[in-house]
């Protein structure tokens, strides 16, 4: 790659993805595995996907910062293509991932809050039947 081009397609690929890692995936790894031993996979895909399509928004955020600059010629053309490049990666692979971590719990989990399962809990005592274990 000479220096007064853009970087290719792939190298835009690899630099989205360690951009998406180094900014809001680190932190979705934890909330997911934290949350996966407190409350189990459903809730922990869900917080997964939420922190995940938040960092898509600030890289949505960051493309139109992106593109205000091409659009003005703040800054050299390399570097304003390179930033479009790496950036639109890394809010797609947020979007796609966030997407379906948060598709799959919301379609195919079973999402009882502590208070609904205390609900039932008073109810079937109430009726007199034997409340199941905690």
Known sequence: MKS???MSLRDGMIF???WSVAS???IAGIALIVTWFRSGWDHALFWFGLILLLGAGLFAFILVIALICEALNVTTKRSRRNSLNFFGWAFLYNLVLGSIALFVPLTFGSFETNQSQETKRI???SAGQPAPPP
């Open 24 to 26: 809001v995936g680190w």
């Open 123 to 125: 109810e079937q005592d």
């Open 4 to 6: 007064d081009q853009p």
């Open 16 to 18: 989205g993805g360690i």
